[in-house]
T-cell receptor, first 114, second 115 residues
């Protein structure tokens, strides 16, 4: 079985500052990795995903993430955040060659302050 | 069409009521999911349908009854719910693949309050 740990439950940051949201996973097999964003009273929206190939993945809204196999991490970054980025962010994994079963981390609340 | 549509958006029901949540997608996805999300928590998987057949039931109480009448529709029938069942219920869909994973498309959810 796999598991996902998001190390920070809340990350406050000022507008236009850079941000990193941390995600670590554990799995005995190869995994696919995802970041989802959830705005208030909304469903989850896919930000980006890592399936294979280049370890630096670019997503929507200026976000990117880097897959680090040796550290089993998939941290999400943005060089300059906006007020509109305030939301809940979920890291998730699914196992290779096992269909599409997602395991979510506990979530990180990004709070962008003016 | 790249959306998953859930209705209703809000639902208040009594503990003796019977109601249904509806989910619809027209992306040709053959896997559909029901998730339950409590406040400030990640989504919890309830049911998975693959090619219109129930493939996973995560030990959900029988007061929740899923139904997949065709490849575009997914229902969740509710009966005799408890106040602790109040939550955001999310529907999602995805392509079915053993060699890759394209991610889920989520609906906006139904906010359920049981009184």
């Amino acid at each position: 079985a796999q598991s996902v740990t998001q190390l920070d439950s809340q990350v406050p940051v000022f507008e236009e500052a850079p941000v990193e949201l941390r995600c670590n996973y554990s799995s005995s097999v190869s995994v696919y990795l995802f970041w989802y964003v959830q705005y208030p009273n909304q469903g989850l929206q896919l930000l980006l995903k890592y399936l294979s190939g280049s370890t630096l993945v670019k997503g929507i809204n200026g976000f990117e993430a880097e897959f680090n196999k040796s550290q089993t991490s998939f941290h999400l970054r943005k060089p300059s955040v906006h007020i509109s980025d305030t939301a809940e962010y979920f890291c998730a994994v699914s196992r290779n060659n096992a269909g599409n079963m997602l395991t979510f981390g506990g979530g990180t609340r990004l709070m962008v302050k003016p | 069409d790249t959306e998953v549509t859930q209705t209703p958006k809000h639902l208040v029901m009594g503990m003796t009521n019977k109601k249904s949540l509806k989910c619809e997608q027209h992306m040709g996805h053959r896997a559909m999911y029901w998730y339950k999300q409590k406040a400030k928590k990640p989504p919890e998987l309830m049911f998975v349908y693959s090619y219109e057949k129930l493939s996973i039931n995560e030990s959900v109480p029988s007061r929740f009854s899923p139904e997949c009448p065709n490849s575009s529709l997914l229902n969740l029938h509710l009966h005799a719910l408890q106040p602790e069942d109040s939550a955001l219920y999310l529907c999602a869909s995805s392509q079915v693949s053993r060699d890759s994973d394209y991610g889920y498309t989520f609906g906006s959810g139904t906010r359920l309050t049981v009184v």
